[in-house]
């Protein structure tokens, strides 16, 4: 029997899993600087929760489970016959793997609205499942770090959630670019030239204006069906460049009959100008190419891109206006972000960015060379132990060889030896296995080392 696992999902070694909790904990530790609470969803949630919520790409995208025991009793024969699968999927499921964590979350603030403190800060690190067609960086299994709060409007959300993001990169050492647009702005540009259906297709090209130049560009433009006024009007937003303010200022001018499109204007500087007093170690890029979930989001909009190797979004999030809404409980307003672990674990892989002490497990390990010599290796241990030093006694009296190579293995830097004469002088031999010295000390010596 060849062993295998499902299609789609991942085992991860003791090195992954040091990596990946040591960006879990980055995030987490950040979420909680900011007064972020974590919850916890469960992994399957009723397919009443989740039909119909993401539309009907993502709805066949559910993994859906078949109801315990004797599950085709309600079921008829006909029923069987006529193989109707949307129908008898609805017959015999009644839940479902929860296929993100914002629907669960909605549901989460509808069913203890009456417990929750308003606004509601939340973070949630958990796995997700689709049942989508495996490939290199999609799977069916997946992990989203999401924070979000709800029911408050203040741009100030959007603001901590932008130090949020700084912070966690500075912390993990990766150079990044926070690109923001505001769905407003959008809406706004449709609006003046009178395309208010063609924006997906305005953002799509005006977004390869580097590799394919204006007059592609342009002609791009004309394809999708956009008139020659309308492209006309265009050009200054297509040809946008300089400072943020700069940018603003242009789009203002553009903006000047559209009242929406200067609210998105007036919430972009607000974020902009209260985020120049926060010394933000990364830089802050207005980008109006980004049009992250248009059906969804109705304010700011981000996007994090990495600058020293190609990745795609790392980071992305927004405004939504009405989470809570598809549940009966309208008018709940929220701001969220979500990390892509993922993409973060391959980034700080390529640029060789994890902390040593993240990865490597075991600091030091005591060779056992028998009872007697183990009994007197024990309390020293422990003492370590006691001092945080993450401590292993080879459990079996096996060759010193063997012993060395097992250390060797799992990359341990420090071997503790004794023998008759250590025991003698109440000292151990510390070996370090990187540069192969070694020396006779005292065991309180033996823990300042490692420290």
């Known amino acids: 029997m060849k062993v295998s696992i499902p299609k789609g999902t991942r085992d991860f070694s003791p090195e992954e899993m040091s990596k990946r909790n040591y960006i879990f904990n980055t995030i987490k530790d950040v979420y909680a600087l900011y007064g972020y609470q974590q919850i916890e969803t469960p992994s399957m949630e009723t397919l009443s929760t989740l039909m119909g919520k993401y539309g009907e790409e993502g709805d066949k995208l559910l993994f859906k489970v078949i109801n315990s025991g004797d599950f085709l009793s309600k079921v008829s024969d006909e029923e069987l016959a006529e193989r109707n699968i949307p129908h008898l999927s609805s017959r015999l499921c009644e839940k479902g793997l929860r296929y993100d964590l914002t629907v669960p979350f909605a549901r989460y603030v509808v069913m203890h609205r009456d417990e929750l403190q308003m606004p509601f800060k939340r973070y949630q690190i958990q796995p997700v499942w689709r049942a989508d067609r495996p490939q290199k960086g999609r799977y069916r299994e997946f992990y989203q770090c999401d924070a979000d709060v709800v029911g408050s409007d203040s741009l100030l959300n959007e603001v901590e959630l932008m130090q949020i993001i700084d912070t966690v990169f500075t912390r993990f050492g990766i150079r990044v670019q926070i690109k923001i647009n505001n769905r407003k702005i959008l809406t706004g540009i449709a609006e003046v030239i009178g395309a208010a259906d063609k924006i997906v297709d305005i953002t799509v090209a005006i977004d390869k204006l580097d590799k394919i130049g204006i007059d ?53 500087k607000f974020i902009l100008d209260t985020l120049k007093k926060c010394n933000l170690k990364n830089e802050m890029q207005l980008d109006l190419t980004l049009a992250r979930g248009l059906n969804y989001y109705t304010g700011a909009i981000f996007e994090v891109k990495a600058l020293d190797t190609p990745m795609g979004s790392i980071t992305g999030g927004g405004r939504y206006d009405n989470l809570t809404g598809i549940f009966g409980m309208p008018g709940l307003s929220g701001v969220g972000i979500s990390f892509g672990a993922d993409r ?10 994890y902390p040593k002490e993240a990865v490597n497990s075991t600091q030091i ?38 012993q060395m190579s097992y250390a060797n293995g799992r990359g341990i830097p420090f071997v503790a030896l004794a023998g008759e004469n250590e025991m003698s002088e109440g000292k151990i031999t510390l070996k370090n296995m990187n540069t192969g010295e070694q020396q006779m000390i005292e065991t309180d010596e033996l823990i300042t080392i490692l420290k």
């Open 216 to 268: 592609n560009v342009n002609a791009e433009l004309r394809n999708v069906g956009l008139s020659d006024e309308a492209i006309d009007k265009l050009q200054p937003i297509i040809l946008l460049s300089g400072t943020n303010d700069e940018k603003l200022g242009v789009i203002s001018n553009v903006l000047v009959s559209s009242e929406v499109g200067l609210k998105g204007v007036e919430e972009t």
């Open 344 to 353: 973060i674990f391959d980034v700080l892989n390529t640029l060789d960015l």
């Open 365 to 402: 390990l005591f060779i056992n060379f028998g009872e007697s010599e183990t009994a007197y290796c024990m309390p020293i241990a422990n003492k370590c132990r006691q001092a945080g030093i993450r401590t292993e006694i080879y459990p079996d009296k096996s060759k010193m060889k063997k």
